[in-house]
């Protein structure tokens, strides 16, 4: 290899690693001549080559230019071995008709923090990255093992330094003049700004200290972009430096901050040269992928750097600006848990970094603080999306007052998620507190304090109660009706909703009744392909099938999955739950083998589209496994259901009523395929689960109770089946 270009962020020791060759070649004498040039200017080169060429031809030029060309003469002709170091190149053109030839003599070393694709094409590339976990303690083990204690979180401080070498060999410097442990240095880190940790002399012959190391490519990168590299470089400081979605520097938020801060138009093509001048620069890594979205990463060094200098007076609308960008981009429709992971994590870091910039009094909570835990609960991670919004609360209460509207939200959200973890019961009690503080403070016909009321009707209705969840709900759609008017769009909702409770209170011909007249109402209000009117006339098919009429089910829903696909698309969220009733309802209606066909191939689409652990993903399982077994192939039903059991459990816990029902239906299948005595078994155990979880008196427990007694009577009797079926439409 004739010229290797050794590339890399600034502080991660490229110029040792090329001292380290140059002295081990000398030493070995694999080399006739040495020459070091510290290539941070072209008029530093020049010299350099000039006095070498006086040394090695004995005659000296006036011109360094003269001497410069000289020198490369010679090395062309000559058969010494030698080796040029050329560290620290600044600006590859400054080595235009400067490059060593090409010889079997010679060899060549650039250490550089760019990136330019005319520097590195055709060269040999040696991209150097930070140390390995290992390597991190294995170096601050030899800087500082003669004296062990001093190595107490020695591997936590290496991790806080980002591996970065320079960093390490400096904070080594520093823990041994000021008589330190790691663990003293880690408590300084978290205290003061960087720069003052800097050691009295700084080790290895190292020219700058880590405050400083990255100065120069920074205003290189600013200058050459108008100023607006250096914005960029201080929106990704308070951002995941693991990952930052390269989108968010071209949204309006961005360029339109740009353009405050500059003073002059930016565009996002002028956003995305300044990502390329940041990247040549290595001052941030852009994924080499070829779509939007590819990442953007950052050491976290060089970012706390760029934080420590960001002028106060920029600081909170750089957190807006980021927070505002990050909504942004963000899916209107997430597909699966990791559609939105990095604008997630994006967040967090974000929240960290700028925690009070995105509360204030005046306006509240940033909303994407909410949406980041909204994500969590909407793609299935339903135990994560609680704890969030429970420490979300308690972030609002301190910033907000306990009192204040995004305070009330944190804790309704809590609630919500709580429930849809599988505690209903719990998610009723937080509810009703909730409501007397939202009655006390927004008064009772107040649309949050409407809201919160039809909030708590659900969760009883959930807990097992739809009787008075029914009751509950036609009370209030008479304050909802007289407070806000018949149009309203809640007052729509909680007609959709008492018509839901009546259907589940034992009435679904009276649901479907009701819904066919909110579905009139919907259209008018609303509009013909408003999402919750296309919601409602799913509604009605479920009703019209537990009222006795699937086929009348299955028109329905053949009619809306037209529109369906017609106004979100063939992989919407809504389209493919419209597939699954209407696969669901046809089996209902007679035809469990094509049922049985439609839920294989919707399920092809689902694990494409939302992931194998999404909720409806899990869903459509479920009603696979009960169309085998209607279809008359109890034992695929068995298998299919002992399969799903595992997934949900890992994905949901023991505990959750989706659990509970798949474990009822497990038992019916495996009594229908044979082995009356092992669903008893499974039934025993279940009841007293759903005793604990759910209590006596909750449908599902009078359900199992039920199947329990059929299937110990078709024990005894050796009978076939018990009396009720055991999988239900929707879990």
């Given at each position: 290899?004739?010229?290797?270009?050794?590339?890399?962020?600034?502080?991660?020791?490229?110029?040792?690693?090329?001292?380290?060759?140059?002295?081990?070649?000398?030493?070995?004498?694999?080399?006739?001549?040495?020459?070091w040039?510290?290539?941070?200017?072209?008029?530093?080169?020049?010299?350099?080559?000039?006095?070498?060429?006086?040394?090695?031809?004995?005659?000296?030029?006036?011109?360094?230019?003269?001497?410069?060309?000289?020198?490369?003469?010679?090395?062309?002709?000559?058969?010494?071995?030698?080796?040029?170091?050329?560290?620290?190149?600044?600006?590859?053109?400054?080595?235009?008709?400067?490059?060593?030839?090409?010889?079997?003599?010679?060899?060549?070393?650039?250490?550089?923090?760019?990136?330019?694709?005319?520097?590195?094409?055709?060269?040999?590339?040696?991209?150097?990255?930070?140390?390995?976990?290992?390597?991190?303690?294995?170096?601050?083990?030899?800087?500082?093992?003669?004296?062990?204690?001093?190595?107490?979180?020695?591997s936590?401080?290496?991790?806080?330094?980002?591996?970065?070498?320079?960093?390490?060999?400096?904070?080594?410097?520093?823990?041994?003049?000021?008589?330190?442990?790691?663990?003293?240095?880690?408590?300084?880190?978290?205290?003061?700004?960087?720069?003052?940790?800097?050691?009295?002399?700084?080790?290895?012959?190292?020219?700058?200290?880590?405050?400083?190391?990255?100065?120069?490519?920074?205003?290189?990168?600013?200058?050459?972009?108008?100023?607006?590299?250096?914005?960029?470089?201080?929106?990704?400081?308070?951002?995941?430096?693991?990952?930052?979605?390269?989108?968010?520097?071209?949204t309006?938020?961005?360029?339109?901050?740009?353009?405050?801060?500059?003073?002059?138009?930016?565009?996002?093509?002028?956003?995305?040269?300044?990502?390329?001048a940041?990247?040549?620069?290595?001052?941030?890594?852009?994924?080499?992928?070829?779509?939007?979205?590819?990442?953007?990463?950052v050491?976290?060094?060089?970012?706390?750097?760029?934080?420590?200098?960001?002028?106060?007076?920029?600081?909170?609308?750089?957190?807006?600006?980021?927070a505002?960008?990050?909504?942004?981009?963000?899916?209107?429709?997430?597909?699966?848990?990791?559609?939105?992971?990095?604008?997630?994590a994006?967040?967090?870091?974000?929240?960290?970094?700028?925690?009070?910039?995105?509360?204030?009094?005046?306006?509240?909570?940033?909303?994407?603080?909410?949406?980041?835990?909204?994500?969590l609960?909407?793609t299935?991670?339903?135990?994560?999306?609680?704890?969030?919004?429970?420490?979300?609360?308690?972030?609002?209460?301190?910033?907000?007052?306990?009192?204040?509207?995004?305070?009330?939200?944190?804790?309704?959200?809590?609630?919500?998620?709580?429930?849809?973890?599988?505690?209903?019961?719990?998610?009723?009690?937080a509810?009703?507190?909730?409501?007397?503080?939202?009655?006390?403070?927004?008064?009772?016909?107040?649309?949050?304090?409407?809201?919160?009321?039809?909030?708590?009707?659900?969760?009883?209705?959930?807990?097992?109660?739809?009787?008075?969840?029914?009751?509950?709900?036609?009370?209030?759609?008479?304050?909802?009706?007289?407070a806000?008017?018949r149009?309203h769009?809640?007052?729509?909702?909680?007609?959709?909703?008492?018509?839901?409770?009546?259907?589940?209170?034992?009435?679904?011909?009276?649901?479907?009744?009701?819904?066919?007249?909110?579905?009139?109402?919907?259209?008018?209000?609303?509009?013909?392909?408003?999402?919750?009117?296309?919601?409602?006339?799913?509604?009605?098919?479920?009703?019209?099938?537990?009222?006795?009429?699937p086929?009348?089910?299955?028109?329905?829903?053949?009619?809306?999955?037209?529109?369906?696909?017609?106004?979100?698309?063939?992989?919407?969220?809504?389209?493919?739950?419209?597939?699954?009733?209407?696969?669901?309802?046809?089996?209902?209606?007679?035809?469990?083998?094509?049922?049985?066909?439609?839920?294989?191939?919707?399920?092809?689409?689902?694990?494409?589209?939302?992931?194998?652990?999404?909720?409806?993903?899990?869903?459509?399982?479920?009603?696979?496994?009960?169309?085998?077994?209607?279809?008359?192939?109890?034992?695929?039903?068995?298998?299919?259901?002992?399969?799903?059991?595992?997934?949900?459990?890992?994905?949901?816990?023991?505990?959750?009523?989706?659990?509970?029902?798949?474990?009822?239906?497990?038992?019916?299948?495996?009594?229908?395929?044979?082995?009356?005595?092992?669903?008893?078994?499974?039934?025993?155990?279940?009841?007293?689960?759903?005793l604990?979880?759910?209590?006596?008196?909750?449908?599902?427990?009078?359900?199992?109770?039920?199947?329990?007694?059929?299937?110990?009577?078709?024990?005894?009797?050796?009978?076939?089946?018990?009396?009720?079926?055991?999988?239900?439409?929707?879990?």
């Amino acid at each position: 290899m004739v010229c290797q270009i050794v590339a890399g962020l600034g502080g991660v020791g490229k110029t040792q690693l090329a001292a380290n060759l140059a002295h081990r070649w000398w030493q070995q004498q694999r080399v006739d001549l040495l020459v070091w040039v510290t290539a941070t200017s072209r008029t530093a080169v020049l010299t350099r080559y000039a006095h070498t060429a006086a040394d090695v031809t004995g005659v000296e030029d006036p011109d360094p230019v003269d001497g410069a060309l000289r020198f490369l003469a010679w090395l062309t002709r000559t058969n010494h071995r030698w080796l040029i170091v050329l560290d620290d190149l600044t600006d590859p053109a400054d080595l235009q008709g400067l490059w060593p030839p090409s010889t079997a003599a010679g060899h060549t070393v650039v250490t550089t923090r760019r990136r330019d694709a005319a520097l590195l094409a055709g060269r040999t590339v040696v991209e150097v990255d930070v140390f390995t976990p290992n390597q991190g303690l294995d170096y601050l083990h030899g800087k500082l093992g003669d004296q062990p204690h001093r190595l107490d979180e020695a591997s936590e401080l290496a991790d806080d330094l980002g591996r970065l070498p320079l960093a390490l060999a400096q904070a080594a410097a520093y823990i041994a003049d000021q008589d330190l442990t790691c663990a003293g240095y880690r408590r300084r880190l978290t205290r003061r700004r960087l720069h003052t940790l800097r050691p009295p002399t700084l080790p290895d012959d190292q020219q700058a200290a880590v405050a400083d190391t990255w100065a120069l490519s920074i205003d290189l990168a600013d200058g050459a972009t108008g100023g607006i590299a250096g914005v960029l470089l201080e929106l990704t400081a308070v951002l995941d430096p693991n990952g930052i979605p390269t989108p968010l520097f071209t949204t309006a938020a961005v360029t339109g901050y740009c353009t405050t801060r500059t003073g002059q138009p930016v565009t996002d093509d002028d956003a995305n040269d300044a990502l390329r001048a940041l990247h040549r620069l290595s001052l941030i890594t852009v994924d080499p992928a070829t779509t939007d979205t590819r990442l953007i990463r950052v050491h976290a060094m060089l970012q706390r750097v760029v934080r420590e200098n960001t002028s106060i007076a920029h600081k909170h609308d750089l957190a807006v600006t980021a927070a505002d960008a990050i909504n942004e981009v963000w899916p209107e429709h997430e597909l699966d848990a990791g559609t939105a992971q990095p604008l997630r994590a994006n967040t967090t870091t974000l929240h960290h970094y700028s925690d009070q910039h995105l509360w204030t009094t005046a306006d509240g909570v940033h909303p994407i603080l909410f949406r980041a835990g909204t994500s969590l609960g909407t793609t299935g991670l339903v135990a994560a999306a609680r704890d969030y919004f429970l420490q979300l609360h308690t972030i609002a209460t301190q910033h907000l007052g306990p009192d204040h509207r995004d305070t009330l939200a944190t804790r309704h959200q809590s609630a919500q998620w709580r429930g849809e973890t599988g505690d209903p019961t719990g998610a009723g009690a937080a509810t009703k507190e909730l409501l007397a503080d939202m009655a006390r403070i927004l008064g009772p016909d107040h649309e949050g304090t409407l809201t919160t009321r039809n909030n708590l009707a659900y969760w009883r209705g959930q807990a097992g109660d739809p009787v008075g969840a029914a009751a509950a709900t036609e009370e209030l759609l008479i304050d909802i009706v007289r407070a806000l008017g018949r149009d309203h769009p809640l007052t729509l909702t909680t007609r959709d909703n008492l018509a839901g409770w009546r259907g589940k209170a034992g009435d679904p011909a009276g649901a479907a009744a009701a819904t066919e007249d909110l579905l009139l109402d919907m259209a008018r209000v609303l509009g013909p392909d408003h999402s919750d009117t296309l919601t409602t006339r799913d509604n009605l098919a479920r009703w019209q099938a537990q009222a006795g009429d699937p086929a009348s089910a299955v028109t329905t829903l053949e009619d809306l999955l037209v529109d369906r696909l017609r106004v979100l698309g063939p992989d919407h969220p809504h389209t493919l739950t419209t597939r699954n009733n209407l696969a669901l309802w046809r089996g209902r209606a007679g035809d469990p083998a094509g049922a049985v066909a439609a839920l294989h191939e919707l399920l092809d689409d689902m694990l494409r589209v939302l992931g194998p652990d999404h909720p409806m993903t899990l869903t459509t399982r479920h009603h696979l496994a009960s169309s085998q077994g209607r279809a008359g192939n109890p034992a695929s039903a068995v298998t299919a259901y002992q399969e799903l059991f595992i997934d949900r459990l890992r994905v949901l816990g023991p505990d959750h009523p989706d659990v509970l029902i798949t474990r009822n239906n497990l038992a019916h299948w495996r009594g229908q395929a044979g082995d009356a005595a092992g669903a008893v078994a499974a039934l025993q155990e279940l009841l007293d689960d759903m005793l604990r979880v759910l209590g006596p008196d909750h449908p599902d427990t009078i359900f199992a109770r039920s199947n329990l007694s059929g299937w110990a009577r078709s024990k005894e009797s050796e009978e076939s089946a018990p009396r009720r079926g055991g999988s239900r439409p929707t879990p």
